[in-house]
């Protein structure tokens, strides 16, 4: 097998820049591309917020990091106090634009050709960014940080706002704009005078299949219905993923174990709970998370608590505020102590493939469904909001791979109701097919990233393009 340590090609065989949203969710699978290019011999340069830059190791030489904005000065990207959103995302864009032109303008200096940077990479999200490496004069590349079927709802969604006709026959989903907040803008106003978080989620799509690239984090066989409808609008779409750290997937580069940054909590021993774990029975432990910005609603922790209670089984609960704890049932942490823990953060790749962690109850964050599915986790969705919505959808009734809870007319997932899908997971029918379907997703999954599979193919066809040097018309 071929294995190197990571950025061990000390030939730099071409640079890009990429613009990263900073928010965990967007910097855990941009910075596994990031390192599969520097594997490859690229040179990336790695722009986030400040803080972000500040809080974890890019994994290779070839990998640089550099602050596109100083969050902590100017605020956080959610806007700081005394600024409207509009203006504030406004500023943002100013910032991240000034900045991507003045570096790869110095950077086209460079008498070392190689050096000189030849594709943007950014975030979907970033809608402006497009413009900036038209401007530049570099090859564009938009990352979603969605799962391809989550942005096939959005885009159907943004069409309909619009009163567009699709160009190709919809895609056979539910319609989800009732309840992914978006029914406000179909209903509603018209797309002028909508709110500007609901606008910021919509308005990218009007730059779908206009990038020179577009990559999506899962893989081929996961998707492939999706692929093949969304490539009809976004013809260079392609599948690199999953964005999962090497080690858990192909092994193929030595370094990469984790996304090697620490969210919340730095002073978290992550080791704890990894030696909780291995005091445990294989598969007896449930994983609870709600991904990296979740708050949840005090009655639905108290809901899953007495599920957990009721089914008496191990538990690990990543929670994020230690009040929540407050809002567990009462005598819930004496009686439980010997069953349970609660941590404020925990490396979930390492968590998810522990022997000991039979299943996930999951809020259906992109990459936590995509981590879940390739490490071979059935999932128990309780979504929430925005994506986590069709993600969930596509658990269940596409990639057969988890189930999901049904709110009560209060909207909380009940007590009952999480039992009923646990027992579905555990002991049903569904829940013996849900693990067959994992195997077989995991063996694609490590095909795909391996040398000569989908996602691998992708990324050398991409770096082809960027070592032969044609830039964006
Ligand atoms: N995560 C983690 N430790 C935790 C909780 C979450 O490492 O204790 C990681 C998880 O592996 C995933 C990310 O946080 O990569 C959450 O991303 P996701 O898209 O699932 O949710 P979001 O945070 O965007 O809502």
Known sequence: MEVEKMGGNNEVRGHVLMLVFP???????MIQLARRLAFKGIKVTFASSLSVIQSFQPGSHLISLLPSYDDLTHGPIGGPRGIGVVAFLQKFQDFTTDFSLDFINKSLQDPDERRRVKCLIYDFDFHWALDVAKQAGVISAAFHTQVLGATAAYYMIYMKVRGEELKVPPLDIPDFSHNTGISEVVDGPGFHNISPVLKAALVKFRNLGKADFHFCLTFDKLEHEVLEWIKNICPTMATIGPMVASAYLDNRMEDNTDYGFIMNDPDTNMNTCLEWLNTKEPNSVVYIAFGSMADIESQQVKEIALALRSL?????WVMKQTEMQKNLPSNFLEEMSEKGMFVKWCPQLQVLSHPAVGYIVT???????VEATVLGVPMLGLPRYTDQIPNAYYVEEVWKVGVNAKKNEEGV????????????????????????NLKQLRQHAIEAVSHGGSSDMHIEEFIARLVCGAKNK
Not at 23 to 29: D, E, I, K, R
Not at 363 to 369: F, I, K, L
Not at 413 to 436: A, D, Q, S, V, W
């Open 413 to 436: 997932y009940g007590k009952e109701e999480i039992e009923r899908c646990f027992k579905e997971l555990m002991y049903g029918e569904k829940g013996k097919e849900i693990k067959k």
């Open 23 to 29: 928010g965990y969710g967007h910097v855990a699978p």
């Open 312 to 316: 008496r089984c191990n538990f690990l």
């Open 363 to 369: 809020h259906c964050g992109a990459n936590s469904v």
